[in-house]
Nanobody, 123 residues
Framework: QVQLVESGGGLVQAGGSLSLSCAAS????????MGWFRQAPGKEREFVVG????????YYADSVKGRFTISRDNAKNTVYLQMNSLKPEDTAVYYC????????????????WGQGTQVTVSS
């Protein structure tokens, strides 16, 4: 099983960009589909974007399509989330998650979660 640590959150003005990273421990990282989720205060955790173990399949929530890009480097055990054209409604704690199976959009389907990193977008 992998362990995950996110980094790269912070405060940015609307229209700006941030890049998040999720570093995984363990030699089996390449066997996991990876997802980014977010949770705003008072709201349920929601799917943002996911990537298959090979990187060949990616799936984006409609709310971030065209603005966010997910990628992974299996040699570095890391998955990345590039966020552009950020909006105040993107403000949330962002979590990366690993699933020892195919890509999915449902949070309970994921096996392992990071501790989260705060992203705040000011208007």
């Amino acid at each position: 099983q992998v362990q995950l640590v996110e980094s790269g959150g912070g405060l940015v003005q609307a229209g700006g960009s941030l890049s998040l990273s999720c570093a995984a421990s363990g030699r089996t990282f390449r066997n996991y589909a990876m997802g980014w989720f977010r949770q705003a205060p008072g709201k349920e955790r929601e799917f943002v974007v996911g990537i298959s173990w090979s990187g060949g399949s990616r799936y984006y929530a409609d709310s971030v399509k065209g603005r966010f890009t997910i990628s992974r480097d299996n040699a570095k055990n890391t998955v990345y989330l590039q966020m552009n054209s950020l909006k105040p409604e993107d403000t949330a704690v962002y979590y990366c998650a690993a699933r020892f199976s195919a890509l999915d959009v449902i949070p309970p389907m994921y096996d392992t979660w990071g501790q989260g990193t705060q992203v705040t977008v000011s208007s």
